[in-house]
């Protein structure tokens, strides 16, 4: 399989493997326990993927995982479930208010295997 | 200078417009009018629904004010030279400015025995009111005419109970609107109803019966109709007597002649709607004579206003049939004559009863006109386009309604005909006042407040000027959940996918894709979780349970009518306990398991299932529960099985996936302990039956149930409920309960009777196979996805860590019981 999105030059390239790719549902998130960190990884329709913070910053409870994967103006996008505000997977900021946003990783796929990097 | 007196001939419609509109100008003077008909001017369009049950004082024009109203008073004649109108009792009223507003008389046709007492004409409540009292001892009734009036009487004297027949000259219906094949379309609709349609046949004789009253028609091939009630209607003829009589200027064939400014031959009189020849027209069409009665006021104020002529698209609505027709549609298609230059593109279901075309220049580049009967969508979105360049594919067109135009219409296009609104009006209030809906543009500019076709179009501007409105879905759908619960349904989609593909732009969001698997999940295309499926669907529904504010989830089983075993009962309380959740009884009747986390749910569920519980829905835009009181069996005032019925209903619609939740009630006694009224659909027991009452409310916008059905025995009772769900699923906006949709019915409660229960759509057999469908294919999601390792996979804390629970969540004790611990929102790390 090819690597689908490379590694961010800034991260420290601290890269853990998560799952294989094929478990990953298009269209649907994932949640995975790095370390402390919780991360919501999402494969989109075209099997792209994106890593977020599971943390809605608007809830607090740790769920972004669990929301609906979409586009906005062409921007892949999830709704946070407890109360549908949209984030853009790209740059993690809330398109419905900009003030809030959840942080993103670097991610990719290595021999079939979704690692991410939250270095 | 204003003239101080003016006399107004006729008290119909549009005198009354005309009246109105010289007192919103600031007229002055006196104002006297006179009517032949013994009450004030009153909504003819609406006249069938006087027999449907609405009052005098419904259909009634509110009274203008500062108006001499001289009700049951005839003029008789004109003095010009005096300037004076007599009446048929001779009294004498002196105008300087004169208005015959004297309307148009049924053409009844040179038949033998037109006459005889049972022969009637339809135009006036005086008229229904000897239709009816005469259908006491009728058993049938014919209509000589299938045009649009005629069919307007055919409904009404299907309406008296009696059998109908319709006699029509033309090979088709409706001729003036419709071509052949609309026309055999919409005898199919009219014929399913029960009327019976003789075409391209005129009448050759009346025929009285013993008692000297109409008991038979015969038709020039010497065919017999039995009828007791004969009702003429074949057109209209003005009513221009009285300028014959003053000698005024009338066209040869009948009506008062008139200037673009409506004034006739004399300057100090105008003659506006039906009696008027303005442009070599008699219009019979209620539009043109309100804008004929605009221009005639400003003229009588000074202004300079001008009659150019009426656009005369009609869209209406017909014994439940849409029927509009727009533009130019009599084109000869064939044989000598052929019109040059003419395509056409049709769109026909035969099953649905739709059939819509488009005229177009033979380059298909600019839209001539079009036909629709069945759907009159494209009606509303399509007018504004007649004469200029076709905004999409005709296909497209005639298929998506709004959601098929791509092209941006001009700014002088008209929008809505009825108050001559253009595009780029209505582009500018949006603009200038920020408009964000269409009731904004409604009370702005007027458009859309009349017959209400433009508004799709409103809604696509609106969507065009960057608002974002509730009838388009969202950004990726231009449709309505109703059009595209119409496209799933006709077209067999059974993706998501291809749907967006097909019909929407990019990946769906958190608004269309619930829709779209609601959509699904109601033309029953199995587990919700299934393969596409479950990426469409909202937290609460990919997991099957409710989220809570901790992220956490809560179980409801599913309890039905509320009637539970001790040793069920048992098995709650032990899953409560062995799983620390905290547990409340519900106002439905049942019990709710907190404090769920993810991986924990299918072991919840396993212990449940295997004790003989299902899921209870509590999640699913669906059934909710059906709430009973104990009844007969238990209770000394009940009269029914109250708990029995409620138990069959709930096992009935259990996982019936909807617009909104879906939630029930059965009451024993007119006590009505069960609370049904404040119910999507509500039952309570009579002595004889059931009455059944829809689209109550409790929550945010409380509503009392309307009663649809009384005294029925239980097998009507749930047809009837079948198809009030099925309907309501079929046609509701996304998140609409039973009680907004009902309110934004056109026709509300009546509507949805004649749709479901007198079958005036013809979709009744299809609405009941879609609910045995329902019920056959219904199996229990929690033990389906017990039973799928595939499926039981997405049920963990961690996809790298299954076994760890999520470390965020936790719980302090309440009342022995547990509560969650909300983290503060600036303690986030990330």
Redo the contacts between chains.
């Keep these: 399989m090819s690597v689908i999105q490379d590694a961010s030059p800034l991260s420290g390239g601290l890269w853990t493997p998560v799952c294989p790719y094929a478990d990953l549902l298009p269209e649907r998130g994932a949640a995975a326990l790095v370390g402390t960190c919780q991360v919501a990884v999402f494969r989109t329709f075209h099997g792209d993927l994106y890593a977020v913070g599971n943390r809605d910053p608007f809830s607090g409870a740790c769920v972004m995982s669990r929301g609906i994967v979409g586009t906005r103006n062409g921007e892949p996008t999830v709704a946070s479930p407890m109360h549908k505000q949209v984030f853009s997977l790209v740059t993690g900021v809330c398109l419905d208010d900009p003030a809030k946003a959840v942080p993103t990783y670097p991610i990719r796929v290595t021999d079939g295997t979704v690692e991410v990097s939250v270095a | 200078m204003n003239p101080n007196r003016l006399v107004v001939v006729g008290y119909g419609p549009s005198a009354h417009r005309l009246v109105e509109a010289v007192r919103a100008g600031g007229f002055e003077g006196g104002i006297t009018v006179f009517g032949e008909e013994p009450r004030p001017a009153y909504d003819r369009v609406a006249l069938t629904s006087y027999l449907a049950g609405k009052s005098v004082e419904d259909l009634t024009y509110p009274a203008p004010g500062g108006v001499t109203l001289r009700l049951g008073s005839r003029v008789a004649r004109v003095d010009r030279e005096s300037r004076t109108v007599i009446t048929a009792s001779g009294d004498a009223e002196p105008y300087d400015t004169l208005v015959l507003a004297t309307g148009s008389a049924p053409f009844v046709p040179p038949v033998p025995g037109k006459e005889l007492p049972g022969c009637f004409v339809y135009r006036t409540i005086e008229d229904l009111d000897s239709i009816r009292e005469a259908s006491r001892s009728a058993s049938a009734g014919v209509v000589i005419g299938g045009g649009l009036l005629g069919l307007e009487a055919a409904d009404a004297l299907r309406g008296l109970g009696l059998e109908t027949h319709v006699v029509e000259m033309s090979p088709w219906l409706m001729p003036r609107q419709v071509d052949e094949g609309g026309g055999a379309v919409l005898r199919n609709h009219l014929e399913a109803l029960g009327l019976i349609v003789h075409v391209g046949s005129g009448v050759r004789a009346v025929e009285a019966g013993p008692d000297g009253r109409a008991a038979r028609l015969v038709k020039p091939d010497g065919e017999v109709i039995e009828a007791q009630i004969v009702v003429f209607s074949a057109g209209i003829r003005p009513r221009d007597e009285l300028a014959r009589q003053c000698g005024l200027a009338v066209g040869e064939r009948g009506g008062i002649a008139v200037d673009s400014g409506m004034r006739t031959s004399d300057p100090d009189i105008y003659a506006i709607g039906e009696c008027a020849l303005a442009g070599g027209m008699v219009y019979g069409l209620v539009g043109p004579a309100f804008a004929q009665a605009e221009v005639a006021a400003d003229r009588i104020m000074g202004g300079s206003a001008a009659f150019e002529g009426a656009d005369l698209s009609t869209k209406l609505k017909l014994l439940g049939v849409e029927v509009a027709q727009f533009g130019e549609t009599q084109f000869r298609r064939t044989g000598p004559g052929q019109t040059p230059g003419v395509l056409d593109v049709t769109y026909m279901d035969p099953v649905a009863g739709v059939y819509k075309k488009l005229f177009v220049s033979d380059d298909a580049k600019t839209l001539l006109g079009g036909i629709c009967v069945g759907d009159a969508a494209p009606y509303g979105t399509l007018r504004p386009f007649v004469g200029r360049a076709l905004p999409g594919s005709p296909s497209d067109l005639l298929f998506a309604g709004a959601g098929g135009v791509q092209a941006d219409l001009p700014d002088d296009a008209q929008v809505c005909s009825c108050n001559n609104v253009t595009h780029g009006r209505i582009r500018t209030a949006i603009a200038d006042h920020g408009l964000t809906g269409v009731q904004g543009v409604k009370d702005c500019t007027r458009a859309g407040t009349t017959c209400g076709s433009c508004v799709p179009m409103i809604q696509r501007i609106l969507v065009t000027s960057g608002v974002e409105v509730g009838k388009a879905l969202c950004?990726?759908f231009a449709h309505s959940r109703a059009e595209l619960f119409d496209i799933v349904r006709v077209r067999g989609i059974t993706t998501f996918?291809q749907l967006i593909a097909e019909h929407g732009t990019?990946?769906?969001?958190?608004v269309?894709?619930?829709v779209a698997a609601s959509i699904l999940a109601s033309l029953g295309n199995g587990h919700i979780l299934e393969g596409?499926q479950?990426?469409?669907?909202?937290?609460n529904d990919?997991?099957l349970a409710n989220?809570q504010?901790?992220?956490t989830y809560s179980v409801v089983p599913r309890i039905p009518g509320g009637e539970i075993t001790p040793d069920k009962l048992i098995v709650i309380g032990e899953v409560a306990r062995d799983f620390g959740l905290y547990t409340k009884i519900t106002g439905g009747q049942r019990i709710d398991l907190l404090g769920a986390r993810v991986e924990q749910l299918p072991q919840i569920w396993k212990k449940l299932v295997d004790a003989g519980f299902e899921s209870g829905h509590a999640y699913g835009k669906a059934l909710r529960t059906v709430k009973s009181c104990v009844g007969s069996t238990w209770c000394r005032y009940g009269v029914q099985d109250s708990v029995g019925l409620a138990i069959e209903l709930e096992l009935r619609y259990r996982g019936l996936r909807s617009p909104h939740k879906l939630k029930a009630a059965v009451s024993g006694c007119a006590r009505e302990c069960a609370e049904a009224r404040s119910k999507d659909f509500g039952i309570i027991a009579t002595e004889r039956g059931w009455n059944l009452y829809v689209a109550g409310n409790g929550g945010f916008t409380p509503r009392h149930a309307d009663l649809l059905a009384a005294d029925v025995p239980t097998d009507v009772l749930v047809r009837t409920i079948d198809r009030f769900l099925m309907f309501y699923i079929r046609t509701a906006d996304r998140l609409q309960r039973t009680a907004a949709w009902l309110e934004s019915l056109d026709g509300g409660l009546g509507y949805v009777r004649e749709v479901i229960m007198e079958d005036s759509l013809g979709i009744c057999a299809d609405l009941d196979a879609q609910m045995d469908r329902h019920v056959q294919s219904y199996f229990d999601e929690w033990r389906a996805t017990l039973e799928d390792p595939e499926k039981l996979?997405?049920f963990v804390?961690?996809?790298?860590?299954p076994g760890?629970p999520?470390?965020?969540?936790s719980f302090e004790t309440e009342r022995d019981q547990i509560k969650p611990v909300?983290?503060?929102?600036e303690a986030?790390?990330?």
């Design positions: 950004e990726h996918s990019g990946r769906g969001c958190d269309c894709k619930p596409e479950a990426a469409l669907q909202d937290t990919h997991f989220i504010n901790n992220g996979r997405r804390s961690f996809v790298n860590a760890t999520d470390p965020s969540i909300l983290i503060p929102l986030v790390s990330r």
